[in-house]
């Protein structure tokens, strides 16, 4: 279903001209070395980035989740837009 609200969501940022990335991939880094591993943003503007979730409720994954992506990214603000109940 985040599939879909992504896509919903990009064509609604595309069409009020919008800029932002799709999957925009973030670096992890461990004691200054970069890790192969990444994050993964659904939606990435300038700043702020986006994270779509579908759940029933939001819990304390997600919001450790929009925290890693805050520290990758060097952002201040994370938007997480829950599409669920």
Avoid: W
Avoid at 78 to 83: D, G, H
């Amino acid at each position: 279903m985040e599939a879909v609200y992504q896509e919903a969501l990009a064509l609604e940022l595309t069409t009020r001209v919008v800029p932002y990335q799709r999957e925009v991939e973030l670096p992890i880094f461990y004691r200054g070395q970069p890790l192969t591993t990444t994050y993964r943003a659904d939606l990435f503007a300038s700043d702020p980035s986006l994270s779509l979730k579908a759940l029933a409720k939001l819990t304390r994954l997600e919001e450790a989740q929009l925290i890693n992506y805050l520290k990758a990214s060097g952002h201040r603000v994370c938007v997480l837009l829950n599409f669920g109940a």
